[in-house]
């Protein structure tokens, strides 16, 4: 593990999952549970059952009718889609709190969530049946930033100024300032949650798909997202923005430039709902 790693860990606000999330993950870790456990686990928390079934009644999944019950909504779903949809409310809950004049959290999650929304168009272009998981990658891939800006916030200031004197990449200023980027720095994190590495790979590696390894596709289409997500931030030309995609990204994906520059319209639409489903607390703008 490396110097700069620990430097940050130790220095930023220490972050960890809800205990009704790690319930539910302890039990779909077990080999021997089924649909009827899950529910039970979610069943038996108030907050997290509401929010499931709030989820999963919304227009976020347009289900011709409604679901009024946990082992419904479980048997409908299936586990991974509810690990997914439960971890994604729970890491921002857990970062809750931190302070606007560290980062403008709104700001911060309502581009997380749109880069969110694009990843999981882009892999419903892509027929991946794992969306959900797309949708999750999307949302926690900056996460790195939310720990450097608390650990280090002077000198993620002077790397965001490097980046723009240099025109180049905010990692590769990071990691000449910090000794490490911020996808790194999520990735870590993921790792110490213990999440899949279908998760923490597109995290470390969106903004380099040409290293990514056993989940390659991910990665992809998660690296496509992210440009497309701080073009909107931005208020960035998207066709111009695309020029920044990886030649892997586009070779792994077969997608085109044209149908990725589509995918924001289609996405901001639903940008408000789902930060009131997983961010009760956050107001979009």
């Known amino acids: 593990m490396s110097t700069a790693w620990e430097n940050i860990s130790q220095h930023a606000r220490p972050v960890s999952l809800p205990d009704a999330y790690l319930r539910l993950k302890t039990v779909l870790d077990d080999p021997k549970s089924n649909l009827a456990d899950v529910a039970d686990v979610v069943g038996n928390d108030p907050a997290m059952a509401a929010r499931l079934l709030r989820i999963v009644n919304s227009a976020y999944f347009g289900l011709a009718t409604e679901v009024d019950t946990v082992s419904r909504a479980v048997a409908l779903?299936?586990?991974?889609?509810?690990?997914?949809?439960?971890?994604?409310?729970?890491?921002?809950?857990?970062f809750q709190g931190l302070s606007d004049q560290v980062v403008d959290m709104p700001r911060f999650w309502l581009k997380s969530v749109l880069c969110a929304i694009c990843a999981r168009e882009l892999a419903t272009l892509c027929n991946v049946l794992d969306s959900e998981r797309l949708f999750v990658g999307g949302l926690l891939r900056d996460i790195g930033h939310l720990l450097i800006y608390q650990a280090e916030p002077h000198k993620a200031q002077r790397a965001i100024e490097l980046a723009q004197l240099q025109n180049a990449p905010l990692y590769k200023a990071e990691r000449a300032v910090?000794?490490?980027?911020?996808?790194?720095?999520?990735?870590e994190l993921m790792r110490q949650w213990q999440l899949p590495q279908s998760l923490w790979e597109p995290t470390e590696f969106h903004i380099e798909p040409e290293s990514s390894g056993d989940f390659a596709l991910f990665t992809a289409l998660?690296?496509?997202?992210?440009?497309?997500?701080?073009?909107?931030?931005?208020?960035?030309d998207i066709d111009s923005a695309l020029e920044a995609v990886s030649?892997?990204?586009?070779?792994?994906?077969?997608l085109s430039p044209?149908?990725?520059?589509?995918?924001?319209?289609?996405?901001?639409?639903?940008?408000?709902g789902v930060m009131q489903l997983i961010l009760p607390h956050a107001q979009a703008a």
């Open 222 to 236: 998660v690296h496509i997202a992210a440009v497309l997500a701080d073009a909107a931030d931005r208020d960035q």
């Open 178 to 187: 910090l000794g490490i980027d911020y996808a790194r720095v999520g990735a």
């Open 77 to 94: 779903l299936g586990t991974q889609d509810v690990h997914d949809l439960m971890l994604a409310a729970s890491v921002t809950q857990s």
């Open 247 to 254: 030649g892997t990204a586009w070779e792994l994906t077969g």
């Open 258 to 272: 044209a149908e990725c520059a589509a995918v924001p319209h289609k996405a901001h639409p639903q940008v408000t």
